[in-house]
């Protein structure tokens, strides 16, 4: 493995941090392998990929805490981890904190959502009070175990109660203690300069690209130049892999073969590189029973 940089030291760095969106180790890989540093475990990904479903709310903490334990061991990444609402109230939210830490969490995301939430480019969701979520918030810092640890407060407040209200949210939670805001789903470049104005030079930001969703598209060096911190894809890959998979079990459908496909697949060698096959395999060996055998 590569040792990367934490993920408070990328925060504080004049570049933006770009953390793709993943939703297990071999994503992670792919991230990693293509040179990212740090990785976004979607909850909405995981919902996706693992059950089939929308994000509204179905994935439970241990179902992420798992899926997160399999990419630390997998890889280096520095990795924020979706914990939706904290899966509960302020005690929920300290046991998941722990847990997530403990599973190789470098950042955790908090939400002000009711539950069970929902997708934040959806419609109908509904908030939390302000105050109980500073309860959760501060419930977050007094469990973690390693300051490095970064707590990122998330607001739905735009979709709910209007701007200035998510606004006035973002500021309680950032007097609560949250180490970055992310203000969700704001819906257009006027809204994310104001956010950046006001918030940007006391915490580092967090901006969410969404393809379809509320947010204007804008690509990282655009967001470095507004003064987000960090940029996060969560379901970029799982569309590009879904829609990957329809043509190719298009192509088979048809051609009940593999063959027309096989320019856009990785042949088998190619699959074991990207897995690094050989290596495990020669490192298994040093351990083979014929080298001991002399021994004792």
Excluded: W
């Excluded at 709910?160 to 500021?171: I, N, P, W």
């Excluded at 104005?197 to 006391?202: K, S």
């Excluded at 290596?279 to 001991?292: H, T």
């Amino acid at each position: 493995m590569t040792h990367h940089p934490t993920l408070r030291h990328q925060l504080q760095a004049k570049d933006i941090t770009v953390a793709p969106g993943i939703f297990d180790a071999f994503g992670a890989t792919l991230v990693e392998q293509a040179g990212f540093h740090s990785t976004y475990l979607s909850g909405a990904s995981v919902a996706y990929t693992r059950f089939g479903r929308p994000d509204i709310g179905l994935v439970g903490m241990s179902e992420v805490a798992d899926t997160l334990s399999i990419i630390s061991e997998r890889t280096d990444l520095r990795i924020v981890v979706d914990a939706d609402t904290g899966f509960g109230n302020a005690l929920n939210v300290m046991r998941t904190v722990r847990v997530f830490e403990s599973s190789g969490a470098a950042g955790i995301q908090l939400e002000d959502q009711t539950l069970p939430k929902r997708c934040g480019h959806l419609a109908g969701k509904t908030l939390v009070s302000a105050a109980e979520m500073v309860g959760k918030i501060k419930a977050a810092l007094d469990a973690r175990q390693n300051e490095e640890t970064v707590i990122i407060a998330r607001t739905d407040g735009i979709a709910v109660e209007g701007f200035d209200a998510a606004l006035d949210r973002a500021e309680d939670y950032l007097e609560a203690g949250a180490d970055m805001l992310f203000v969700e789903a704001p819906q257009s470049l006027q809204q994310m300069q104001t956010i950046v104005q006001r918030f940007g030079d006391r915490v580092p930001l967090m901006a969410n690209m969404v393809e379809g969703g509320k947010t204007p598209q804008k690509s990282a060096l655009e967001l470095n130049e507004l003064g987000y911190s960090l940029v996060i894809f969560p379901g970029g890959m799982v569309r590009a892999i879904a829609k990957t998979m329809q043509a190719y079990l298009s192509s088979l459908k048809t051609h009940g073969s593999n063959m027309p496909f096989k320019d856009n697949m990785l042949d088998f060698d190619g699959l074991n590189a990207v897995l690094g096959t050989d290596d495990m395999l020669a490192n298994g060996a040093r351990y083979d029973a014929v080298n001991f055998e002399d021994e004792g």
